[in-house]
T-cell receptor, first 118, second 115 residues
Framework: AQTVTQSQPEMSVQEAETVTLSCTYD???????LFWYKQPPSRQMILVIR??????QNATENRFSVNFQKAAKSFSLKISDSQLGDTAMYFC???????????????FGKGTHLIIQP | DAGVTQSPTHLIKTRGQHVTLRCSPI?????VSWYQQVLGQGPQFIFQ???????GRGNFPDRFSARQFPNYSSELNVNALLLGDSALYLC??????????????FGPGTRLLVL
């Protein structure tokens, strides 16, 4: 079974600052995906970024980028030029790559509550 | 394009009752997964369906069941409701090209309160 650990229950930064959210995971799988999802107060789970384990290049989506360290089983999210709308719960998630579906679905961490202060 | 839709948005039930939650995936997506999210926690995997067959099941009791229809929509059924079943139930769909799971896109969820 896989586990995902987010060690920062809450973080607070000023608008326009850069913030990094930490995530570590444990798995014996070699082929998998990692994701960051954002859940604002509306509770709609929104995909932020995705990383395939076989890719060495770190994924980037506009102001969001990851630092993927496969050997260390670390997957941190960096948010640059943070905006008030970035305030939300952020969940790190793992999914193994398997035909017919990751039989375990997504495994989520407990989340980090990110607050962007004006 | 419409995203994942779920109904109802909110539901209040009493202990012992039965509930059915519904989900329609993004057009063209063949796989649907269900998750339970209790307050203050990350979502927990319940079921995954692909091409109308159950492909994965999380650690939930047999009171939980689901099915996927020919149009790829899905239902989650919970029998003999307990207070602890109160949660946000999330449905997610994925394209699943050639059967391989990929990114899951979530619906807005159904908030279930059991009294």
């Amino acid at each position: 079974a896989q586990t995902v650990t987010q060690s920062q229950p809450e973080m607070s930064v000023q608008e326009a600052e850069t913030v990094t959210l930490s995530c570590t995971y444990d798995t014996s799988e070699n082929n998998y995906y990692l994701f960051w999802y954002k859940q604002p107060p509306s509770r709609q789970m929104i995909l932020v970024i995705r990383q395939e384990a076989y890719k060495q290049q770190n994924a980037t989506e506009n102001r969001f980028s990851v630092n993927f360290q496969k050997a260390a089983k670390s997957f941190s999210l960096k948010i640059s030029d943070s905006q008030l709308g970035d305030t939300a719960m952020y969940f790190c998630a793992f999914m193994k790559q398997a035909l017919g579906g990751g039989a375990d679905g997504l495994t989520f961490g407990k989340g980090t509550h990110l607050i962007i202060q004006p | 394009d419409a995203g994942v839709t779920q109904s109802p948005t909110h539901l209040i039930k009493t202990r012992g009752q039965h509930v059915t939650l519904r989900c329609s995936p993004i057009s063209g997506h063949k796989s649907v997964s269900w998750y339970q999210q209790v307050l203050g926690q990350g979502p927990q995997f319940i079921f995954q369906y692909y091409e109308k067959e159950e492909r994965g099941r999380g650690n939930f009791p047999d009171r939980f069941s689901a099915r996927q229809f020919p149009n790829y929509s899905s239902e989650l059924n919970v029998n003999a409701l307990l207070l602890g079943d109160s949660a946000l139930y999330l449905c997610a769909s994925s394209l699943a090209i050639s059967g391989f799971q990929e990114t899951q896109y979530f619906g807005p969820g159904t908030r279930l309160l059991v009294l």
